[in-house]
């Protein structure tokens, strides 16, 4: 029995619990949770009434159904909206600080923080289930007026950033799950870069979800102000269990006159066993808005884990010569199922966008790409290109090319390109004679075949993303 | 309107003669329209052209009662000089005449269908309507081994009689094994403001070939919803044209079902749109067995405020290897007022298979222009002789070269 136990760990690498007793707000989703929630955090009235006004509007909300990917009915009253470990009742006030466990996770994720700290130069804003847990290098960013924090924080100490900005992209009037998170969003990364700073490093945060039935509800905001410069990395691994388990984050980006976001994400969730059993579903609306002149806003995402992915990182190109960009690499394997793109909305006179997406299915998963690219009767000048490639492993997997675009502009121009197949023998061939057996080989052509995506990538994350590449496919060949 | 769908279905039953069981399957077919009404953006298909929107807003309220019982004239003028062909002639949904006088009588089947095809999970409820209102079905069976010697052409002719009205009419052709035929489809439109919903059967056995070409050109303001079906066993091919451009209102739609190894499916379509028209090309393309192929190239020249749409859908079955399917559309922009919408779609579940799509708009390459101005056109001519060259390429991928002369000619590029 404890054999098959291990056997089964083995499959995921990151998979394990830790085991710290979790706080937690009752099960069910009404007003006294929303209200226990924003007590718990301190929040100002504004908030809980923002949190309100989010339920009151979730309540007449229909969840969506026209996505490709299937799922049991979720039952928003059995979950848990709010858990917090124990142990950070009270803040600890330096790494030393932390519970020696929650030290011992991040390391087996391999992402030893104190190291980081020193090595790295990245500053960690880990996010252990819902509270932030330490945020590191601040004194280099609080020199550099940077503020990067975990969003609680921010409504404390900059309310009146928070009030400008939060709901501004996506509003709570948003779709369903939007709706919900802003209702019941309990932490999530803050980040201002004043006019005319360049952030000097990759800030970068770490998702984990860790108690069990625990729906998680981020809320990241990045404010990029006028001629500034920000690289934000998010990256994710989850313990491995049975139940499903819903994330419904929501990201806010906004870029003013001049100002650059690059956005990463390595997602490598708990995708379920080799049956299709567990798994995270990851609902997530991420939606950045270039509201200045030529500002630019650059989505990269490399997508392997969660049972299902159903996301379309977008950009609203507002302001005047803005830019958009979206890099993907999306896998599935085994009973994994994806429904992601992205969307391009054109309001702005002179405004590009780009999209590249790359689309591997093996298994008996099934991947589809949903795009829309419109531009308006306003945004003359304005040019789209965008490349899907799709490439499929076996006959049991399925994937899929869904764009819509929408051209109301005489002056613009929209190229697509889509194109599906399969590893040619060819290639496999030249590989093997040359010594690499058939994994390697493949691992070598996907590797090729992402490889535009994967240089999009800051440094340290292509070296993670290229690894996961791998290590997602493994034993789909043959 | 369900009032008005039953007292004129009544009264359309009680004016024809059909059987029993007819009278049944067309109560059905009302019922499942009933339950589902005209589609609006609502469904996905109809996403970009909400047809019961559209109805309401030039129509308004629709008459279902059409009377199959009055005779119509015949104009002789109408007919293609060019070329000898045979006849099907259609008066506001009614056919006037079926000549196959360049036939041999024996190797054709004429038949009236008394039972139509009716998917019962198929949703389109255009479908049902027509089926529901739609007179006697004729079926033109070609057997084996025959070939038409000349083209046929089906004059879809609607008059002044009709104003505000439904036509439905369907057709309904078997090709057996290695037959195959030209088709000419041409509509002339004489009336205002009618719905016209068509339906087109094609069952395709082995290495037979069919040839399909719509011609869409005299400006009217109807509203044109027509479906073409095509089924295709091994070794088939289908070759399907679309010129659409003279009716207010058309939403062009062709599924074809590569059910035979082998068996290949062409759609090339061209939308060529001023004014205020709204025009909709859907292709559906199935394969269902390996080693099919199949191929759409659409283009569409918008002009004033005009809308194009084109949506086509690849799919692969996961028996389907070896398959390839290529699809692109194109559009030119010539207006700010004008719209291009695309939604080219693949949805596949083979791994050994060739697809790609592409889709591209914008206006007209300035540098084009500039380089023909710079030779001495003037600047209207230079555009013109560019819109020439981007639609003919639709043209030439007619195989028919006697068909495609005529095109040619009726369409007026050259």
New interface residues.
């Given amino acids: 029995m404890r054999d098959k136990q291990i056997e089964d760990l083995k499959d995921y690498k990151y998979g394990f619990s830790t085991d710290i007793e979790s706080f937690k707000a009752p099960k069910g989703l009404n007003e006294d949770v929303i209200r226990f929630i924003s007590n718990i955090k301190k929040e100002p009235d504004w908030l809980l009434q923002w949190r309100l006004k989010a339920f009151e509007r979730l309540k007449v909300l229909k969840e969506p159904n026209?996505q490709k990917p299937k799922y049991p009915k979720i039952n928003y009253q059995d979950l848990y909206y709010y858990s917090a470990p124990k142990s950070f009742k009270e803040k600890p006030k330096n790494l030393e600080d932390l519970d020696p466990k929650l030290l011992e996770t991040y390391k087996k994720l391999g992402i030893p923080l104190q190291e980081q700290k020193r090595l790295n130069g990245i500053a960690v804003d880990a996010v252990f289930d819902s509270v932030s847990v330490a945020t590191t290098f601040k004194d280099t960013l609080t020199e550099k007026g940077i503020i990067f924090c975990s969003i609680s924080e921010a409504i404390q100490k900059h309310p009146d950033l928070v009030r400008k900005y939060l709901g501004s992209v996506i509003p709570i009037t948003d779709h369903f799950f939007a709706t919900l998170n802003s209702a019941v969003f309990t932490d999530g990364s803050f980040v201002y870069i004043p006019p005319n700073v360049k952030c000097p490093m990759e800030l970068s945060t770490y998702f984990r979800i860790n108690a069990s039935d625990t729906g998680q509800f981020e809320r990241t905001l990045i404010i990029a102000d006028k001629g500034s410069y920000v690289s934000y990395l998010e990256g994710c691994t989850a313990p491995m269990r049975d139940e499903n388990q819903l994330h419904a984050a929501n990201v806010e980006l906004i870029a003013l006159d001049d100002a650059e976001i690059k956005y990463s994400t390595v997602q490598n969730w708990y995708p379920g066993d080799k049956d299709g059993k567990g798994g995270i579903y990851n609902f997530v609306t991420k939606r950045g808005l270039c509201k200045g002149k030529n500002s630019k806003i650059s989505w990269t995402q490399v997508e392997t884990g969660s049972a299902i992915t159903w996301k379309y990182p977008s950009c609203i190109l507002k302001g005047d010569n803005s830019i958009g960009e979206f890099y993907s690499i999306a896998i599935t394997n085994n009973y994994q199922k994806a429904d992601t793109g992205t969307k391009m909305i054109h309001l702005g006179k002179n405004t590009k966008s780009k999209i590249i997406s790359k689309g591997i299915s093996a298994g008996k998963s099934d991947m589809t790409y949903r795009g829309l690219v419109d531009i308006s009767?306003n945004a003359s000048n304005s040019t789209n290109y965008t490349q899907c490639d799709?490439l499929?492993?076996?006959?049991?997997?399925?994937?899929?090319?869904?764009?819509?675009?929408?051209?109301?502009?005489?002056?613009?121009?929209?190229?697509?390109?889509?194109?599906?197949?399969?590893i040619s023998e060819d290639q496999l061939h030249y590989c093997q004679q040359r010594g690499l057996n058939q994994e390697e080989a493949v691992g070598l052509i996907v590797n090729g075949f992402c490889k535009e995506v994967l240089q999009q990538l800051p440094m340290e994350f292509a070296v993670e993303a290229q690894k996961l590449v791998g290590i997602s496919l493994e034993g789909s060949v043959g | 309107m369900e009032q008005k769908l039953k007292t004129d279905f009544d009264k359309f039953i009680s004016s024809s003669n059909f059987s029993n069981q007819e009278i049944k399957l067309k109560k059905e077919a009302l019922n499942n329209f009933l339950k589902n009404g005209f589609p609006s953006r609502k469904l996905e298909n109809w996403k970009f052209s909400d047809i019961n929107q559209i109805i309401q807003k030039n129509i308004g309220e629709l008459v279902f009662y059409n009377n199959y019982n009055i005779e119509n004239e015949i104009n002789d003028d109408i007919f293609i000089k060019e070329i000898e062909h045979n006849k099907i002639i259609i008066v506001n949904g009614k056919v006037e005449r079926l000549s196959f006088e360049y036939e041999e009588s024996d190797k054709i089947n004429l038949t009236t269908l008394n039972n139509f095809n009716q998917n019962p999970n198929d949703d389109n409820s255009l479908l049902s309507l027509n089926n529901s209102f739609s007179n006697k079905i004729h079926n033109i069976l070609i057997k084996k081994n025959y070939s038409f010697k000349k083209p046929l052409v089906i004059y879809q002719i609607t008059n002044e009689k009709v104003s505000n009205t439904n036509i439905n009419f369907q057709l309904n052709f078997e090709l057996e094994e290695n037959s195959s035929i030209k088709i000419i489809n041409l509509s002339d439109d004489n009336s205002e403001k009618n719905f016209i919903n068509n339906l087109f059967n094609f069952n395709l056995d082995k290495n037979a070939i069919l040839k399909n070409y719509k011609i869409d050109k005299k400006s009217n303001t109807n509203i044109k919803y027509d479906y073409s079906s095509i089924t295709q066993k091994e070794n088939s091919i289908s070759e399907t044209f679309i010129f659409s451009s003279g009716s207010d209102y058309i939403k062009n739609e062709v599924s074809c079902n590569l059910e035979g190894q082998y068996s290949s499916a062409f759609i090339n379509g061209i939308h060529l749109l001023s004014k205020n028209k709204h025009h909709e090309i859907r292709t559906n393309t199935n394969h269902l067995y390996e080693n099919t192929k199949s191929y759409q190239l659409i283009k569409s020249v918008i002009d004033d405020s005009s809308k194009s749409v084109y949506q086509g859908k690849i799919y692969v079955d996961s028996k389907a290897q070896k398959t390839d399917g290529y699809q692109l559309s194109k559009a030119v922009l010539l207006n700010e007022q004008a719209e291009f919408n695309a939604k080219p779609e693949l949805e596949i579940y083979a791994d050994d298979v060739k697809c790609s799509h592409g889709s591209a708009s914008g206006s007209l390459d300035e540098d084009s222009i500039f380089y023909l101005m710079s030779r001495g056109l003037d600047q209207k001519t230079a555009k013109e002789l560019l819109i020439n060259g981007f639609l003919l390429d639709v043209i030439e991928k007619i195989t028919d070269e006697e068909i495609k002369k005529l095109l040619k000619n009726m369409i007026g590029l050259n």
């Fill in positions: 026209w009767k799709s499929l492993m076996g006959n049991k997997c399925g994937a899929h090319t869904v764009p819509y675009i929408k051209n109301k502009n005489s002056n613009s121009n929209i190229a697509h390109e889509a194109t599906t197949s399969k």
